[in-house]
């Protein structure tokens, strides 16, 4: 199956500062999400992105299929960005009957006032 | 996007009893699935809850322990059976919308076992 893996697992940040996460898998996929995990456990989406980049506010996210990863950029990172994000690939296995979203680790994200 | 609900929020159970999870989403789904995420942990697939037939569960997971119905496009049941300490974890249903693959969750089932 499908093989994720994310970088940083942790990473400490000084408000107002930017950074990147990492993701790389391991087979061709049918679609790649980013999704934060708030303090509460809820999942949030934060981007559904196959290829290309996208855009929403101070995050920003980029897929390059071709090379198996993507790349999810913070800027000005605010208290409130902290939590776990989560890269997730997806992809049929099983000879095509089955469909399945696999989950990396996650990067635990603090941002420090 | 879909939205998702589910309940119960949270529970404490004693061992060996089971509980079963409501999930209801509020428009039709193409796939709808079961993760378990335990302590400090990742999301793991249990298994996807199919329209009207069997689920097909993951590596690790039967149907004795997980029992799952999906009686219609919009709702789905998870059981946790005769629970251990060990099923201690948050349970989340997932559903892809039908204009895309992009995938949602439910705000979670918290399970204690003790």
């Known amino acids: 199956g499908i093989q994720v893996e994310q970088s940083p697992p942790d990473l400490i940040l000084q408000e107002g500062a930017n950074s990147t996460l990492r993701c790389n898998f391991s087979?061709?996929?049918?679609?790649l999400q980013w999704f934060h995990q708030n303090p509460w456990g809820q999942l949030i989406n934060l981007f559904y992105?196959?290829?290309g980049t996208k855009q929403n506010g101070r995050l920003s996210a980029t897929t390059v299929a071709t090379e198996r990863y993507s790349l999810l950029y913070i800027s000005s990172s605010q208290t409130t960005d902290s939590g776990v994000y989560f890269c997730?690939?997806?992809?049929?296995?099983?000879?095509?009957?089955?469909?399945?979203?696999?989950f990396g680790k996650g990067t635990l994200l603090t941002v420090n006032p | 996007s879909a939205v998702i609900s589910q309940k119960p929020s949270r529970d404490i159970c004693q061992r060996g009893t089971s509980l079963t999870i409501q999930c209801q989403v509020d428009?039709?789904?193409?796939?709808m699935f079961w993760y378990r995420q335990q302590p400090g942990q990742s999301l793991t697939l249990i298994a996807t809850?199919?329209?009207?037939?069997?689920?097909?569960?993951e590596s690790g997971f039967v149907i004795d322990k997980f029992p799952i119905s999906r009686p219609n496009l919009t709702f789905s049941t998870l059981t946790v059976s005769n629970m251990s300490p060990e099923d201690s974890s948050i349970y989340l249903c997932?559903?892809?919308?039908?204009?895309?693959?992009?995938?949602?969750f439910g705000p979670g089932t918290r399970l204690t076992v003790t």
């Open positions: 087979d061709s996929v049918n679609n």
């Open positions: 997932s559903g892809t919308s039908e204009a895309s693959y992009e995938q949602y």
């Open positions: 809850a199919n329209q009207g037939s069997e689920a097909t569960y």
């Open positions: 428009s039709q789904v193409t796939m």
């Open positions: 992105i196959p290829s």
């Open positions: 997730a690939a997806a992809g049929y296995y099983s000879g095509g009957s089955n469909y399945k979203l696999t």
